[in-house]
């Protein structure tokens, strides 16, 4: 049984657009990208028992984030320039995609990924005094995932 390291999930935001994706690497100033589904549960109790009976419902899910402020490091610009000029609605939408290093997809450089689309909640853009600016928030589900392979060599995600 092998621990999967941190390092074997690799994180993409699209800088570019829907119509023409440019994939950049969400690594260097990235302290900590997490992946919280917030699962939504229903709950009742029938009359025959005296414990209550949960299911899931839905999810919910964020991917809370903490970075050092890179200017040359495009994807977390992206996410500050949404903060800055706080952006709403489908102006602070974008696609990210969460891949799998560690499940080999279906050929060369291939790796099982989910796509998803995310509203960007940027929470704080502080700093102290002699310390680099960071810029936290959350990455908000939209919709559901399509589920599909990543090359990471060519920067493509593949729907299956």
């Known amino acids: ?47 025959n ?13 964020a991917f809370p984030f903490d970075t050092d402020l890179i200017s040359d490091e495009a994807a ?4 500050y320039d949404i903060g800055r000029n706080e952006k709403t609605g489908a102006n602070a939408q974008v696609e990210y995609v969460r891949v799998e290093l560690f499940k080999d997809g279906s050929g060369a450089n291939l790796y099982k990924a989910r796509k998803f689309t995310v509203s960007v909640e940027v929470a704080s853009l502080a700093g102290k005094g002699g ?20 090359n990471t060599v060519t920067k493509e995600f593949v729907p299956y």
């Open 1 to 47: 049984m092998a621990e999967i390291m941190r390092n074997q999930i690799a994180d993409y935001l699209n800088v570019g657009s829907v119509n023409a994706p440019a994939w950049a690497l969400m690594g260097v100033g990235f302290n900590t990208l997490d992946e919280n589904p917030a699962a939504q549960t229903k709950s009742v109790v029938y009359i």
């Open 76 to 79: 977390i610009e992206k996410l």
């Open 131 to 150: 310390e680099t600016v960071k810029v936290t928030g959350n990455l908000n589900n939209v919709g559901s995932f399509v589920d599909g392979e990543f």
């Open 49 to 61: 028992d005296a414990a209550e009976t949960s299911s899931i419902k839905s999810y919910k899910p």
